[in-house]
């Protein structure tokens, strides 16, 4: 205690008392005492306002105020000053019930002496400091654990929610009473179930003293996910054993994003140049037949001088190797510029009638001379579509190139355009060799032909060109097929 006099506020209304309790305090001579006497509750508060005490001695049942009330009103009043309850022998539970309502002691009246009554006040004051220094102490540390940017947590060793800070409380938006006192991993704020495995495993080795950190998805209450970098931490007390488990957190959601974007792109980029190097071979592979052939036809001009029909079919052998060595270079030059986006989609009127008629008739007096095609028009054939000519060109071109190709000679191809509802749907069928099942899925990638093509002549880059075609136009196709009987290509493009 310090050397000053005990300021002390003396609220009894019992002059005997007062003489008595007067009498001990000046007996007591180890403190020095300044004791402002009252009668009443109002003349107490009164002087609070205008006076600093060190303590308060209240007796419960003044002419103004009766019991428990006159501690609580004195506790709004100035709640950090210690209160000791004076009490008569019968009053006692009252005045216990005065300490459990923040009275810091109380002292039987009947049973006093100067000793005790000293050891209480002092006590009372000391305790007072304690508590206010503790406070103080807690609400620096309420201030860190609120104000901060991280999410944090306090459990028990065991892994039960002792506290969360306003951070967490804030941004989880859960009821408090969903995750106070309850275990931290049956916290509805963990919805995969491997962060509940990782934080029970997390919350016993931590118990045992180690650091654990991992990356966790939590919920909100409204159901948003989010990634978390979390780590445990056990703290000590002096005696070195864990008392506490520190839970902190740190939104990596942005971070988690931009990874699964760089992932896949690194993917894609792989894919792209597997399919470049897949496709650069093809292509080597495709190139050297025409050319091989063409160096043997000169081989066998140099070396052997044929005459008459040798010479004739050696020039048109090579004629022939030009013309495919040709087609593949157009082929490969128009999926390039379909691919890389170079060609830009020309919408014009196309009488798809007398445009569809001219293919068929190109190609009848063609490639088509020993099939039968047969052209027919459903719908509004009168309808004036809008549509890239050059494009749509390209995708019957192959399609009916296709079906000549893969049907037997003298065989009918059926074509019917049918426009209706702002579109127009080409159908290509034909009664040829048909299309497996297992090679229907790739149909439309470069280089892809189906295992019963045999020594039918061809690349495999005609439907992926046609398939550029149809998506530059937002349109569709389907294929359906058997093998051994027939397929049907339908190409559906909408009117522009
Ligand atoms: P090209 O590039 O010269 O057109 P291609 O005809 O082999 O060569 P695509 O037109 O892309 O290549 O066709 C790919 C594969 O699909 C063909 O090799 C063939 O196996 C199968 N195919 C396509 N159309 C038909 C069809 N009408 N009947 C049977 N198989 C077909
Ligand atoms: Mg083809």
Redo the contacts with the bound molecule.
């Keep these: 205690m310090s050397d000053e006099a005990i300021a002390v506020l003396l609220v009894e209304d019992n002059l005997a008392d007062v003489a008595l309790l007067m009498e001990l305090l000046q007996d007591s001579e180890a403190e020095s005492w300044q004791v402002t006497h009252v009668k009443r509750l109002s003349l107490a508060l009164e002087h609070l306002h205008q006076t600093e005490f060190d303590v308060i001695l209240l007796d419960l049942s003044l002419p103004d105020s009766q019991g428990l009330d006159t501690v609580a009103r004195l506790q709004a009043t100035v709640p950090h000053l210690p209160i000791v309850v004076l009490t008569g022998l019968e009053d006692k539970t009252v005045a216990r019930q005065a300490v459990a309502q923040g009275a810091q002691d109380y002292l039987v009246k009947g049973q006093l002496s100067a000793e005790m009554l000293l050891k209480t006040v002092n006590y009372a004051i000391e305790r007072t400091h304690i508590l206010r220094r503790l406070q103080e102490s807690e609400h620096r540390f309420r201030a860190i654990f609120n104000q901060t940017f991280q999410f944090m947590g306090l459990l028990s060793p065991e892994g039960v929610v002792l506290d969360i800070n306003q951070v967490t409380r804030e941004v989880i938006d859960f009821p408090n009473e969903a995750i106070i006192n309850k275990l931290i991993w049956e916290a509805p704020c963990w919805q995969p179930e491997q962060s509940q495995s990782w934080l029970k495993q997390a919350v016993l080795r931590a118990a045992q003293g180690e650091v654990l950190r991992s990356e966790l998805q939590a919920c909100t209450a409204k159901g948003s996910l989010w990634w978390l970098d979390i780590s445990i931490k056990p703290l000590r007390n002096e005696n070195g054993s864990i008392t506490l488990l520190i839970v902190e957190g740190r939104e990596i959601s942005k971070l988690k994003r931009a990874e699964a974007e760089i992932r896949c792109s690194l993917e894609k980029e792989r894919e792209v140049n597997q399919m470049k190097n897949g496709f650069i071979s093809m292509l080597s592979h495709e190139f050297r037949n025409p050319i091989s052939s063409i160096s043997y036809a000169i081989d066998f001009l140099k070396d052997c001088d044929p005459i008459g029909k040798q010479k004739e079919q050696c020039f048109e052998q090579m004629g022939n190797s030009i013309d495919q060595a040709l087609?593949?270079l157009d082929?490969i030059l128009l999926l390039g510029r379909t691919e890389s986006g170079r060609i830009e989609v020309d919408y014009t009127v196309i009488q798809l009638k007398e445009f569809c008629s001219e293919i068929v008739q190109v190609f009848q007096l063609t490639q088509g001379k020993s099939h039968q095609i047969v052209f027919s028009i459903e719908g509004d054939d009168s309808t004036q579509a809008r549509m890239d000519g050059s494009l749509v060109k390209h995708i019957l071109d192959?399609?009916l190139?296709?079906?000549i190709?893969?049907?037997p000679k003298g065989s009918m191809i059926r074509f019917t355009l049918v426009c209706q509802d702002n579109q127009a749907k080409f159908c290509?069928q034909?009664r040829?060799?048909?299309?497996p099942a297992k090679?229907r899925s790739k149909?439309?990638e470069?280089?892809?032909?189906?295992?019963?093509?045999c020594n039918?002549?061809?690349?495999?880059?005609?439907?992926?060109?046609?398939k550029r075609c149809v998506d530059l136009q937002n349109g569709q196709i389907h294929?359906e097929?058997q093998e051994g009987t027939?397929?049907t290509?339908t190409v559906i493009l909408p009117f522009k």
């Design positions: 087609h593949l082929e192959n399609l190139s296709n079906s190709k893969y049907s290509i034909d040829g060799i048909g299309i090679d149909l439309f470069p280089f892809h032909r189906a295992g019963n093509v039918i002549q061809g690349t495999g880059l005609g439907l992926a060109i046609v294929v097929s027939g397929t290509f």
